[in-house]
């Protein structure tokens, strides 16, 4: 019924390789879209916009930074929180130590881009180790970050150990002056935020249909074999830790900016890219798409049932006893998961829209 | 019959939620972002134990703060920083109502609010603790730390060692290491204590712990090789116990080792042992049943099988008695207000009331908390207000502290200068426009 290829006929390679072959698919997509774009700042609450949406935002950005790294290229990486934290700092500081016209897009990419050149440099054992003691290596980038930014005080502006982010680093060329609008309100944070995922997504979307994402798939799948057929495997493996570490970058300056307000190293201990991994590897490694319905599991999970617990037993068990609660069903209902489906959410994604495809007669 | 079971649960669902209490008129909420579970645990129980049985109390004994029920509603934080920004955005409003202040016990979580606090006229409250320029209230007028700031905690402990070693002149040629938490919390002080020791001449290192210090061998190892004279303890949770075990086995004397305002509580010096004989720490508010309004809470609550605390036996414990001591000041906050806005008072008004606070003996005694509470006087230009603290010394024999000092007061004038150097950095970094404290249509506004 829904998801049908009926009636639509392939006529030209340039259609075969549009994002979405399916009329229905590209409908819901830009309806999707649409609602997220104009309808959901106007209906949803603070409370939506800044302790839902945007963190799942800049948790997606980074789970899918790990994803191109740990999913598509198949490099093991335990370094993400390390690399959002020099993300969100060098964004930091070039909004701090630029001239008036910098702004904050901008200084998120360059920001990214050397966060991206860090991935690098951390991404070098990659050539020559593989596997769990790459995990190794790239747990140095996390212990890294946190000792350097806590080392060199400059860059956290000489503060304490916190600093508040400033409004007016959200201002874009001026908009919010010349129009009097409020550009730090959670509102204009949720749309800055949900430009700059629907950016990524879309360009890591395209990079992986492109020889490029196939080189990274096939270094993944065997590095010998992709060698010799031809495949720069160095080349291949490096440019694949910049452009994860500038997702991870990128989703750090969103973390600190559009969801915390306030730039910290506590932020980026090591349990956040467990969290992180946990998010990639849930949604289902190798898949977009997935990060995203991952990060929305894993953040949501422990929300959704405290809330539960609040509604339904109005405060008559301890919250000492929910959140128990809650860890356990979330650890089975993830040993669960992943038995039942190695693939993650992504796969059971794709399951469920073949199914749909060929509902209600499946025979 | 699973159709069935689901809509009995959907029906049962609904029901539940349609007999929900609707707030109503003549109660006031406030939000209790508590943290039961996790490593800090000891903390949060008895923290917003000793809070919420404090608002029982007046619930039950005078109908509430002015006449207003209080009603509340606790959030799990697990002392994580984003849990607590998703508590404080799901509890700033509740049934209608809004939040009159937030407490998070966190420094993390606390600092995470200060400029979203502001924003929603929410003031944002941290007792004994917090980020230090947050003092400044005419730069940050909806964040309050009342008690004692991390400078005065530190310039007090130094001064309390100059009193170990005979006056501050002996403190010269001496040596100080700063144990500390790795946390914003814990590397708060760190300048502060070098500052400190370049006053008074003696030299200082700062030794940092890992989060959760469950294993500090080797940090005692490097403090072994440097010798010092005083180690002074800015541990929270596990890490205190630890800290004293390790300690005395590297043969560090116990009683050169000063631990500070978190590193005070009877769950840190019990799992310790024999080893804690002889501890000492500060305290801006005396361990046991110390004040008539906590015997008025056993007799009311404890003996009639009520109070949060599932142990009994930390009735009187630091932190549930830091818990009544912060009721004590948040509910006198309210009516502060009450007394100048009347009885349904907004966030905006109590954030007034917090910066008009006049805790003085007559009014400790007249709340039965005096000997519990120290006197507090807060203002614009001071959300502190405290400014000095005692000292107790840990037992074994008889499980129990006991005094070791009087008041000492703190080093204002050496902190003033760096608190306010902070406060012009914040002023210049984060787009702050500074109240001005001594035009008093300014300083009496309480929506700012």
Known sequence: MIYRETGTFITSYLEDRKLFPIPFDKWAMAVFMLFMIFVVPFIASDYWLAAHLIPILAYGTAALGLNLLTGMTGQLSLGTAGFMCFGAFFTFNIMLRSPEWMNLPLAMVLAGSVTGVIGIIFGLPSIRIKGFYLLVSTLAAQYF????????????????????????????????????????????????????????????????????????????????????????????????????????????????????????????????????????????????????????LVYEFPILFSWAGDYLFKGAFDTAVVDNVAKITYGILIIALLIREPGGLAALWATAKQKLRTWPFPH | ??????????????????????????????????????????????????IIDYYTLMNMTEGGVGGMKIIWNECETNYNDQKGVECYHRQKEFQGKQALFFDPLSVGISTSLVAQGRKDKIAIIAVNHGRTEGQRGDVFPYYFMPGINTYDEHSIITAYIGELEGGMENLAGKKIVLLFHGSTYGREAVEFTHMLCEKHNCSSEAIEVPHPGNEQTSQWLKIRRSKPDYVVLRGWGVMNPV???????????????????????????????????????????????????IDEIVAKLYDQGQGDLEDKSRIGSNYWNLGVMAGVIHLEAVRVAQARFGADVNSAQVRWGFENLNLDTARLTELGANGLVPEIKTNCMDHVGGHQAKFMRWVYAETKWEVASDWIDGDVELSQAIIDAKAENAIANEGITPRDCNDPAQRDDFDV
């Open chain 2, 243 to 293: 800290a004293m075990q390790t300690g005395v086995r590297m043969g560090f004397p116990i009683s050169n080792l000063i631990g500070n305002i978190w590193s005070n509580d009877d769950g840190d010096v019990k799992p310790a042992g024999s080893s804690a004989n002889g501890y000492q720490a500060i305290t801006t508010h005396p361990t046991g049943r110390v004040a008539t309004v």
């Open chain 1, 145 to 296: 970050a946190l000792w350097f930014f806590r080392s060199y005080p400059y860059f956290l502006n000489y503060a304490t150990a916190t600093v508040t982010l400033p409004d007016h680093h959200f201002d874009l060329f001026g908009i919010g002056e010349t129009f009097d609008v409020d550009m730090a309100s959670f509102e204009a944070k949720y749309l800055m935020s949900l430009g700059i995922v629907t950016a990524l997504a879309l360009f890591a979307k395209n990079l992986m249909r492109s020889a490029t994402g196939r080189n990274f798939m096939a270094v993944r799948d065997m590095d010998i074999a992709a060698s010799v057929i031809g495949i720069p495997v160095i080349r291949t493996k490096m440019l694949a830790f910049f452009v994860s570490c500038f997702y991870c970058g990128v989703g750090g300056a969103l973390f600190c900016y559009a969801y915390l307000q306030v730039l910290g190293i506590r932020t980026f201990e090591m349990n956040r890219s467990f969290e992180i991994l946990f998010m990639a590897i849930i949604g289902g490694l190798g898949s977009i798409a997935g990060s995203f319905y991952g990060t929305v």
């Open chain 2, 1 to 50: 019959m699973k159709t069935k079971l689901w809509i009995t649960g959907l029906a049962m669902a609904t029901a539940m939620s349609a007999t929900a209490p609707v707030m109503a008129e003549g109660e006031v909420y406030i939000p209790m972002p508590v943290y039961r579970v996790g490593p800090y645990a000891t903390g949060g129980t008895g923290y917003f134990g000793g």
